[in-house]
């Protein structure tokens, strides 16, 4: 049997990073940017008050005291966008704005708490030192400097920056676009009444999700029923949108395997047993003209998700343009024995906590059957046995994949 490591390496040696594109801000969240950005002016572009308040000469109230306030005649006013050129003289106050420009000849704001609000003269009852409440040009960035590097993931906070230095469009390693296709005759679509033999169709819907938060974006096609020519079908169909298939079921040992029976003639497919538990029957390769990848996963649900974990999430990232390899894992205590084939690395199911001493613990789940997705769901995280370890007693270290 191929080794976890040896599958994933041959994964990530045949995956490529998607070519870079130019996307306009609206839909580049979540992307990888592509190129180095810099701001073309300084930000902020020019002085301006970081209060509402007076723009004054600090001078004129360096002795203003709430016992002998000094009163200043307000001449202006300025608010934010005002592109006018105002001037503060010797004696007198301008009323300002937050992001307004600072009059000529100011050198301080003066907040509004500071005074008695007035608008035809102002009563200062505070001094205020030379440069307050101003914010000058180029503090946050100056003009020609880099805000962003290539390589990191665009969050809300980088499209803030993008938009603040003026873009409107910015070149980025797009999202992935994966399809994901179940096949089974036994799948029925949630919502609709179950046959006799049926169970309702889900991997598809943890695959695409998982898809999704793994910063890539998963469309699911129809079901497929066991049945290699519909499969073909339906792959032709979907190929011209997608930079990544994911099948589920049809690759085990039955007499019905349409995966298997569909890719196997192509050549470009393999279909190996991986040592692992759950998630033994692998398959991986590429398809169509453009050689997109493929990952058959298997059917049952635990294993097409843990499958999914280790392989899929892994080649997302790297076709991403991110540092790609396992999973990362974290060290904890178990809190039951756990049980695991000889020769298979297992991936039990496991809820994190802390222990009262502040060690990391993990609690296996009660069932822990390749079919039993509820388990799964009350899961957060895959408990790893590695190959030639057969049982661990309570209170053994072990690492763990947090999901
Ligand atoms: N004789 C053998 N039988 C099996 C072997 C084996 O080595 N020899 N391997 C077992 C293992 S391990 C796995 S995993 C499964 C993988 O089977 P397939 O990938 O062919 O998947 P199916 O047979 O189509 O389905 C398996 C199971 O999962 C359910 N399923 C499938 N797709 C979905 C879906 N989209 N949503 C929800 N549930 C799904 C399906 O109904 C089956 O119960 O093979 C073992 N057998
Ligand atoms: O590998 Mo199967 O995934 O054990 O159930």
Known sequence: MKS???????????????????????????????????????????????????????????????????TLPVVDDVAAGDGQLHAVGPGHAIRIMTGAPMPAGADAVVPVEWTDGGTVTVVVNRTAAAGNAIRRAGEDIRAGDTVLHPGIVIGPTQLGILAAVGRRRVLVRPRPRVVVISTGAELAEPGTPLGDGQIWESNSFTLCAAVRQAGGEGFRASIVPDDASALLDQL????????????????????????????????????????????????????????????????????????????????????????????????????????????????????????????????????????????????????????????????????????
């Open 4 to 70: 976890v490591d040896d599958h994933l390496g041959e994964i990530l040696a045949t995956v490529r990073t998607l070519a870079p594109l130019e996307l306009e801000l609206e839909r580049a969240l979540g992307t990888t940017l592509a190129e180095e950005v810099t701001s073309p002016v300084p930000l902020p572009p020019f002085d301006n008050s970081a209060m509402d308040g007076y723009a004054v000469r600090s001078a004129d109230i360096a002795d203003a005291t709430h016992d002998r306030p000094v």
């Open 236 to 403: 032709d169909a979907q190929l011209v949108r997608a930079d990544m298939v994911i099948t589920s079921g049809g690759v085990s040992m039955g007499a019905y395997e349409p995966v298997k029976e569909a890719l196997g003639p192509l050549g470009t497919v393999r279909f190996e047993r991986v040592a692992m538990q759950p998630g033994m029957p692998q398959g991986f390769g590429v398809v169509g003209e453009d050689q997109v990848p493929i990952f058959t996963l298997p059917g049952n649900p635990v294993s097409s998700f843990v499958s999914f974990m280790l392989f899929v999430l892994p080649a997302l990232r790297k076709m991403r343009g991110l540092p790609a390899g396992p999973p990362d894992t974290v060290t904890a205590l178990t809190t039951a024995p756990l049980r695991s084939p000889q020769g298979k690395r297992s991936f039990l199911r496991g809820k994190l906590a802390t222990s009262p001493d502040g060690h990391a613990t993990v609690a296996p789940v009660a069932r822990q059957g390749s079919h039993q997705l509820a388990a799964l769901a009350l899961a957060d995280a895959l408990v790893v046995v590695p190959e030639d370890v057969t049982e661990l007693p309570e209170g053994s270290t072990v690492q763990v994949i947090p999901l």
